[in-house]
């Protein structure tokens, strides 16, 4: 129904822009001079408003209504528990039940419909018994989101079952609850259609009826195009706005449950924030972020003791001793190892390079562990060779030839010229291009994740395992803890880290800023 | 590629400011090719010990290639292909034991924008020295720095600010550091390619003293788009036309009684 | 002044051309360092297409072991269908019959084909059907069965060759996998004598079971090898015991805790170094008696139609073996009229066991199994076997992604760019929207991510006004659907379209913006009408480019949870769905060696598509690039 008034809508402003445009024609009585914009203009402004009002409206009554039924739907679903009319004796008798086929056999007599329900109850109240039985629970908060949990359950399966998807059971309270879901969810989306639709033709006639010899269309419509391009190039902004904010909030929100021990977060060195999630809290000693901070750092400085060299020597050969023909293979050869996705050499880690390591260190006798810093540190090098072998291509070839000249017409050899000349002229590009690099090694995600270990660990031994950021980061939101727990830390790591690259790129482009000042 | 070149163009030679002078490089049938453009025409040509010889001619006449084949700088240069013979002190310089590298030690070279390395204005002039390994100590180094300044007529501009960037310096400063860097190597040749081009006329001036001045212990080889430079500067002057070597003869000469009508047409300006 | 015509004589000189000597030595080790460099960059590329391109290759085909199924007369009834007990869910409404139905025709199916199956064999023990059985893939039944339920089959009918599907082992075994047997031709007779209950005496005329023997021996070093280091760390533990016992402030009872423990490292240590002299002394021995246990290699006698395992090597000729498929007779066998089959790996170690060994080797030499192109790997979605995987789910989830972050990032960027590039004015405003596009093109994937997370799926809820309000959680419902991660995948890509964008309108020349503005037309007019057709080409090349980036992000849409199973194949933007990163990054995490050539060829096609989107951008540029 949305869909189909979204097409109206479009359709609306198609008619309403032919409309206009002939009015504004018939308007001039035959001589278009009169106008003060072309009648297309007018079309256009028509069509424009009509447009905007009717899609904006969807999306905005999508949004809001949809939110409005979910809560309805949970009122529904506490109504139909309640009135469930199943003695306390039959309550008893679904004690250690485990499915619905079992608890309709255990209430012998008792008609499906009502034992579904009272199954269903049994399994709230039994929630209830949980957080009862614990110490930990006592916040009347937590109790109610606890039993969320198993009525969010509910609920979601019976939108699943309106809408044709796979829910975790079907059984009477959720089909019913399924089909109230439906009449409401199709009432809701006549009603945002019916309502959006409108709207738009009351855009229509309102424009429409704007159309007439002096009227500045062109301007208007001008003024709205210029708008919504503004609007566009501003998403940059509310993006990052976005990103900063959720990631603050977030981090706030955690930092204030673990009675802003800040300190404990920067300078512990123990991380296993979920190490009481079955108390459901965080302790402050066990979010030590040093650990991965370690870690990631370990595994950068690999990366960038392959990468650097690698890529640094390959950009030197390419730009200043390579054949043509040795360069139009070599550089495309390269860029595909630009192109490839981190996942596929996060494969190539796990796979390839791990075991290798580890045989070869078995080999001369060093225990290494199967999943080392070393491996992980390695591919994420061969990751990042095309990154700063292509910036410090540019940043070579931006030094003015005339400066080689200089040192060849003083008999210098290739190598004495790159070494004393080219090199110190570049040496700000390719620092930067370093700290980009560097920048891109702490916020890779997937071969590390693939490659690395999960375990924290502070240690100097690259042959050992340690964890990132961005491991812990996806183990958190991956994993099967409640998001209302792993939530907190996961948001804390993500700021340090969004801090960390910002920082980089900041110092990155103030280098070549400065650079660039030198030679302009 | 044979030494002995049948030379279709007449070689004008001798008969300079300075009769015993000594021919000190000797160009025998020169063809160059940038891939397939015939960019220099079998080109013949003395060039005299102590000695300013002018090279002048119109826009993309060969001048500069030619002067670039000198010192083999045209070497750096892919496609560049390079027949004939050049002679320095009666020796090939494109034979296969010469090194371009200690080539260039001996046939310094100044180029039209002024180049100085972003070092500081003493690395820059010890630059030459250094890499060829020319003195053993520091203190050698600093004679060699000191008198190639002086020999460029900046030592009392510089002497307090050694160390500061040869980049901060003016344009004309510049210049003559660029200029002292290449004689800090001791070359016996110096080539210079429009070297006073970027420069206003006060810097030019100086820079064309200073050449005259280093006549009397190099060969000097200048390119330059101006007739009245080469007439200041130079002793000897050679006129180059699409890549033919025209007329090379003394400058008086070729400035006042040109043999050939396509030299008379360039310097009273008719084409150029 | 220096003489400077002194010093010009250097440059002649043979000093000069010792130096020159060296300089260009440090030239050429200069020189070789590039070109090593270069060498170890292309050796990295090389190795990863190697590795992924050897293991694709054997994904591409598949096994299945041909039958024909015949079923009973009494199959497929679907009055007997519904059992009695199922009456009354359905009538509520709780049970479907449809899937009644659906489950009793599979089941009926599968009896079908395990019993074909089963009959291909010269003689299975009961107990051991299960393990056959276990050979056999379940994806055949669901081919079969729906064919049942189309009605293609009924009672009674026969389906001729039909392709039933071999299990992830069986398929890695005959793609040599592992445990791929080595075979020995013989050159002298062998006498058999059975022993009863299975068992069998092997006498061999010539030397043809040395080489087994051989590999059973150098087992035993290998053995005796791990046995040693183990007892070298006992011997560790000795002494750091002795070190504590040292300690003169030891309580009496630490004291004798630590001896005790010293004790019983001494006791080890004696019995290991023990064991390992033992398994030396007989590796070195030629000769000798040897039981082959399950750790050791296996060794497998191929002869009258039967096979025969090994169990005890009495010298070398000598052996007495159990069998594992029945012989035809119990008679001597000529010499090259029966072989030796050798299994380097030991028998633990391995999924496939010797007796699967056996029977993959006797549905071989039947000529049953055959190999054909493994187009379903393209053709189906996700499965939690290995044999049945197939990547369709992923590409259909990635076009669908895909479509969603080009409707969202093309308009909004393109539309971006022209305004910074031809109605902004420069002011700090648009300098601050041009540093924060400069830094959302640095920030790592995984916080868009999170951010998607917290935006679209779970929101959070901050103190308003003495309530609270809810912030994000807009697309709670569309969790792992291709809707959400487009979104993410879109604001990730946005920097990289409005920046290729930006640069292609700008490199529009000025003189055709006058000469539009110069006719009349309004700056709008000149934009759309002018310069931005001249700019799309340079537009698309940098939206196919962000485009292929986004195709191979997995790390933002692990934040949003496509990564997982999903059976289904989406059919919209509001399914939950994975991609193909997704599916490689899950895939891997698979213990089944099968999985692991899967990945490998999910890979090559994930490139694949990066490699045609890439070309299309180089087409793109090439054709249409224009240079004022």
């Not at chain 2, 310094?108 to 010890?126: H, L, R, T, W």
């Not at chain 2, 053993?136 to 720095?145: E, F, G, Q």
């Not at chain 3, 002298?188 to 087994?212: H, I, Y």
């Not at chain 3, 090259?336 to 380097?344: A, D, F, P, T, Y």
């Amino acid at each position: 129904m949305i869909g189909a008034a979204a097409l109206a809508i479009v359709v609306l402003s198609v008619a309403i822009y032919v409309f206009g445009r002939s009015r504004a024609i018939s308007s001039a009585k035959g001589s278009l001079k009169n106008l003060h914009s072309r009648p297309s203009y007018h079309g256009l402004f028509c069509a424009l408003w009509t447009f905007l009002v009717g899609i904006v409206l969807i999306l905005v009554l999508g949004v809001l209504s949809r939110q409005y039924i979910e809560s309805e739907l949970g009122g529904r679903l506490d109504g139909y528990v309640a009135e469930s009319q199943l003695p306390d004796d039959g309550l008893a008798a679904l004690e250690g039940v485990g499915n619905l086929d079992d608890a309709i056999a255990a209430l012998e007599g008792v008609p499906a419909d009502e034992a579904t329900l009272a199954f269903t109850r049994a399994e709230i109240e039994r929630f209830r018994d949980i957080r009862g039985g614990s110490a930990r629970f006592e916040t009347t908060n937590l109790q109610a989101q606890l039993e969320d949990i198993q009525r969010r359950l509910i609920i979601g399966d019976s939108i699943a079952i309106a809408e044709g998807r796979v829910p975790s059971r079907i059984d009477r309270l959720r089909l019913n609850l399924a089909q109230e879901f439906r009449e409401q969810e199709q009432l809701r989306q006549y009603a945002i259609g019916g309502l959006a639709l409108a709207a738009a033709l009351l855009t229509a006639l309102i424009t429409f009826f704007r159309v007439s010899l002096p009227f500045r269309a062109r301007n208007r419509s001008e003024r709205l195009i210029r708008f919504t391009l503004f609007i566009c190039a501003a998403v940059a902004i509310f993006t990052t706005l976005g990103i900063v904010l959720s990631l603050i909030g977030e981090t706030l929100i955690f930092f204030d449950k673990m009675d802003w021990r800040v300190s404990d977060f920067f300078f512990g060195t123990n991380w296993s924030p979920l190490s009481n999630q079955r108390e459901g809290f965080i302790s402050p000693e066990d979010i030590g972020w040093l650990p991965l901070l370690a870690g990631t750092f370990m595994i950068t400085f690999i990366a960038m003791l392959v990468a650097v060299p690698i890529g640094l020597m390959a950009a030197i050969y390419l730009s200043d001793y390579a054949s043509p023909r040795v360069r139009a293979f070599a550089k495309p050869m390269l860029e595909i190892l630009a192109g490839i996705p981190t996942v596929v050499y996060g494969f190539f880690a796990a796979i390839f390079v791990a075991p290798l390591i580890r045989d070869l260190g078995q080999s001369i006798g060093l225990d290494v562990s199967s999943q080392s810093a070393l491996a992980a540190g390695i591919v994420m090098g061969i990751m990042i060779i095309p990154f700063i072998s292509s910036l410090s291509d540019d940043v070579i070839n931006a030094v003015p030839q005339s400066l080689r000249d200089g040192s060849y017409g003083l008999g210098a050899t290739k190598a004495e010229t790159i070494r004393t000349v080219i090199l110190p002229a570049a040496l700000p590009g390719i620092i930067s291009a370093v700290i980009l690099g560097v920048s891109r090694a702490v916020g890779e995600t997937m071969i590390v994740v693939m490659a690395a270990g999960q375990g924290p660990n502070l240690t100097w031994n690259p042959l050992e395992t340690v964890t990132t950021v961005t491991v812990q980061i996806v183990m958190l939101i991956i994993g099967d803890t409640e998001a209302e727990l792993s939530a907190g830390p996961a948001f804390t790591l993500g700021f340090a880290l969004f801090v960390v690259t910002l920082t980089l790129n900041f110092i990155a482009l103030r280098i070549v800023r400065k650079y660039r000042e030198l030679y302009d | 590629m044979s030494d002995q070149v049948e030379t279709t163009t007449p070689v004008a030679s001798g008969g300079g400011a300075d009769p015993n002078a000594a021919v000190k490089m000797v160009g025998k049938g020169v063809n160059v090719y940038y891939g397939d453009a015939h960019a220099i025409k079998d080109v013949s040509i003395d060039i005299l010990d102590k000695t300013v010889t002018a090279f002048i001619g119109p826009s993309g006449c060969g001048k500069s290639t030619f002067l670039r084949c000198l010192n083999r700088m045209n070497d750096t240069i892919d496609v560049a292909r390079i027949t004939g013979t050049i002679e320095l002190d009666g020796q090939n310089i494109y034979d296969k034991n010469i090194d371009p590298v200690q080539l260039r030690a001996r046939v310094g070279m100044v180029f039209q924008k002024p180049n100085p390395f972003p070092k500081s204005i003493y690395d820059n002039v010890a630059y030459g020295p250094r890499i060829h390994g020319l003195v053993a100590n520091k203190a050698d180094l600093d004679v060699i720095v000191e008198s190639s300044l002086r020999r460029a007529a900046m030592w009392d501009e510089v002497k307090d600010r050694l160390d500061q960037p040869g980049t901060g310096l003016s344009g004309g400063q510049q210049q003559r550091l660029c200029i002292a860097r290449a004689i800090a190597t001791a070359p016996e040749v110096l080539l210079m390619d429009e070297p006073a081009s970027a420069l206003d006329p006060i810097a030019t001036a100086k820079i064309e003293e200073l050449i005259d001045e280093l006549r009397e212990n190099y060969s000097i080889v200048i390119v330059t788009h101006s007739m009245q430079q080469a007439a200041r500067v130079s002793q000897k002057t050679a006129f180059f036309h699409l890549g033919i070597l025209v007329e090379y003869d003394d400058t008086s000469k070729i400035f006042t009684n040109p043999t050939d009508q396509r030299t008379q047409d360039y310097i009273t300006g008719r084409f150029g | 002044m220096v003489d400077m015509k002194a010093l010009s004589d250097y440059h002649t000189s043979d000093a000069a051309k010792k130096f020159m000597r060296k300089r260009h030595r440090s030239e050429a080790r200069f020189k070789a360092i590039g070109v090593i460099a270069i060498l170890l960059a292309l050796g990295a590329l090389v190795s990863l297409a190697w590795t992924i391109g050897s293991n694709a290759v054997r994904a591409l085909y598949e096994y299945d072991v041909t039958v024909d199924i015949s079923f009973p007369q009494d199959a497929f009834d679907r009055s007997t269908a519904v059992k009695d007990f199922e009456r009354p869910l359905i009538e509520q409404g709780i049970l479907s019959e449809d899937s009644i139905i659906r489950r009793e025709f599979r089941n009926q199916t599968r009896i079908a084909i395990e019993k074909t199956f089963l009959a291909q064999f010269d003689g299975v023990p009961e107990d051991r059907r299960g393990n056959v059985l276990e050979l056999l893939s379940r994806g055949s039944v669901d081919t079969l069965s729906d064919a049942v339920l189309e009605g293609t089959y009924g009672p009674g009918d026969v389906v001729q060759d039909f392709p039933a599907l071999l299990s992830d082992d069986a398929q890695l075994y005959y793609k040599g996998g592992f445990g791929s047997v080595d075979f020995v031709d013989t050159a002298g007779t062998l006498d058999l004598v059975d022993k009863g209950d299975g068992r069998v005496d092997l006498l061999a005329a010539a030397n043809d079971f040395s080489e087994p023997f051989a590999l059973v021996k150098e087992a035993l070093l290998d053995q005796a090898l791990i046995v040693e280091r183990d007892a070298r760390r006992q011997a560790a533990a000795v002494g750091t015991m002795q070190g504590i016992l040292e300690d003169a402030g030891l309580s009496e009872e630490e004291r004798t805790e630590a001896e005790d423990a010293l004790n019983r490292f001494v006791r080890e240590e004696e019995r290991l170094t023990n064991l390992a002299t033992s398994l030396r002394q007989r590796a070195n021995s030629p000769g000798g008696r040897e039981e082959l246990s399950e750790d050791s290699p296996s060794v497998l006698v191929f002869v009258n139609g039967g096979t025969i395992k090994i169990d005890e090597f009495n010298g070398a000729n000598q052996l007495t073996g159990s069998v594992l498929r029945p012989l035809s007779a119990m008679a001597q066998a000529p010499a090259g009229e029966w072989r030796i089959g050798m299994l380097e790996g030991s028998e633990s170690s391995r999924r496939i066991k010797d007796q699967d060994v056996v029977w993959l080797e006797e549905l071989k030499e039947k000529g049953l199994v055959i190999s054909k192109p493994n187009w379903p790997f393209l053709l189906e979605g996700d499965s939690r076997e290995a044999e049945l995987a197939g990547v369709w789910g992923g590409i259909v989830g990635s076009f669908w992604t895909m479509i969603v972050t080009f409707a969202i990032a093309f308009p909004i960027g393109v539309m971006a760019a022209i305004y910074l590039e031809e109605f902004a004015q420069k002011n700090s405003f648009t300098d601050f929207i041009e540093v924060n596009i400069n830094n959302l093109a640095a920030i790592p994937s995984i916080i868009f991510g999170l951010f998607g997370l917290l935006l679209l799926l779970s929101g959070f809820k901050v103190p308003f006004f003495g309530g609270e309000i809810e912030i994000g959680g807009w697309a709670k419902e569309f969790r792992s659907a291709a809707f959400v991660g487009g979104i993410v995948l879109a604001l990730m890509t946005l920097p990289t379209i409005i920046i290729a964008a930006r640069a292609s309108v700008r490199a529009v020349p000025p003189s055709i913006r006058d000469a539009a503005l110069g006719l009349g037309a309004s700056k709008v007019q000149t934009v759309f009408h002018h310069v931005l057709p001249l700019a799309m080409p340079g537009i698309m090349t940098g939206t196919i480019i962000g485009m292929a980036q986004a195709l191979g992000e997995t790390a933002p849409l692990l934040m949003v949870g496509m990564v997982g199973f999903f059976a289904d194949v989406s059919t919209g933007v509001a399914d939950p769905t994975t991609v193909m990163p997704a599916l490689v990054y899950f895939w891997s995490d698979y213990p089944e060696k099968l999985f692991e050539l899967k990945t490998s060829l999910a890979i090559v096609v994930l490139l694949l598509f990066l490699i045609a989107m890439n070309t299309l951008a180089i087409i793109l540029r090439k054709r249409f690039e224009r240079r004022w």
